[in-house]
């Protein structure tokens, strides 16, 4: 999995009986010229055709390298692992206009590892009239659906959804807008920093009310799910924009702006679709930003806000497990995509198949 952060590849190593089994994990980090080409390629630009299949070769490189690392690792052979699930780079989500994108080139990760690789996971959601996003509601139910009561997961990655889990109930989830996006770039323009370590900078500075009001005046907020949302929508200058219509800020207290940004968006809209949730359930890096944890235990003082690792799941990996549970699924011809998720108009497999 490699996702909005773009801070490098998770790569998840799960077995598959009558429950997931998390067995090993391995991480690669982004080297900063393929991270900054693949953000360029978010928005139009010169050949960014060709661009984008020369940075998909080196994305793929890149995970076949650590698969490999994480097969010796464990001391296993490509034939022990019966198939690679592989999201690939989102560089545009725009399901409105009927496309979304993630590169990846299966065909050269099967020839690197031999191993079966399924991916593009996210197209036939939209061709069914999905968003295609959010997927990982699915897995979220297969880890935590048999507790009772009313639970909600957050995935707080680049950006932040939402699964809403219920007893009796089918899951429902949608993207809630941006989780570390904007917190990412703005420390990135300001300090040179890929992120905000423990939300410290944010913590530094107060939140302006008339950035907050202004950023949350987004038409996004103002809808109700099935939604998601990516950088084509909220980005560095979106938030530029914002800034050159308002007095001029301190740059920690644009940043703690943006981190209330983030918790308000995620706890309104929680409180607009499930009533009285018991426990939220935090996973992806939003769950290592202290001053975002508080927040929102702060927001939510009558639910119990932690990270999954409560119930055994490390944050830091679901989000790779999910699309090798995805992957199973597939192979097994079972429906992943969830219509009370993304609104397509049925239950679907999700995936196509590349054999080694």
């Not at 995970?63 to 560089?91: F, Y």
Request: with cysteine; aromatic share 6%.
């Amino acid at each position: 999995m490699s996702g909005t952060s773009l801070d490098g590849l998770d790569i998840a190593l799960i077995e598959q009986d009558s429950a997931v089994n998390l067995i090993a994990t391995h991480y690669t980090p982004m080297p900063d010229t393929l991270r900054a080409e693949l953000l360029s390629l978010c928005a139009s630009g010169p050949d960014e055709i060709a661009r984008s299949a020369i940075a998909q070769q080196h994305w793929v490189e890149l995970a076949a390298k650590g698969i490999s690392a994480l097969l010796a690792q464990q001391n296993l052979k490509p034939q022990d692992i019966r198939a690679i699930g592989s999201h690939g780079q989102t560089i545009r989500h725009e399901p409105a206009r009927g496309f979304t994108v993630q590169i990846g080139n299966p065909a050269l990760l099967t020839e690197l590892t031999c191993i079966t690789v399924v991916s593009d996971f996210r197209s036939r959601d939209v061709a069914a009239g999905g968003q295609g996003a959010p997927l990982v509601p699915a897995f979220h139910e297969a880890l935590f659906g048999e507790r009772t009561g009313n639970r909600a997961v957050l995935n707080v990655g680049g950006f932040s959804n939402l699964s809403l889990i219920e007893t009796g109930r089918p899951v429902a989830g949608f993207d809630c807008g941006p989780g570390n996006v904007l917190l990412d770039a703005w420390i990135h323009l300001q300090q040179g920093e890929h992120f905000d370590r423990d939300g410290q900078w944010a913590a530094s500075g107060k939140v302006e009310p008339a950035l907050l009001s202004a950023l949350l005046s987004d038409p996004f907020f103002m809808t109700k799910g099935p939604k998601s949302t990516g950088r084509e929508v909220f980005n560095l200058p979106w938030l530029q924009q914002h800034l050159a219509k308002l007095s001029a800020f301190e740059p920690q207290d644009v940043q703690a702006t943006l981190l209330e940004l983030t918790a308000l968006t995620i706890v309104h809209a929680l409180q607009a679709a499930q009533h009285q949730t018991e426990t939220l359930l935090i996973c992806g890096g939003g769950a290592h930003n202290a001053t975002l944890m508080k927040r929102l235990a702060a927001l939510l003082p009558a639910t119990q806000v932690s990270s999954t690792a409560v119930y055994g799941v490390d944050p830091d990996w679901v989000e790779a497990m999910a699309f090798a549970w995805l992957a199973h699924c597939c192979l097994e011809g079972i429906a992943a995509n969830r219509p009370s998720v993304t609104g397509a108009r049925g239950l679907r497999v999700l995936g196509a198949i590349y054999p080694a």
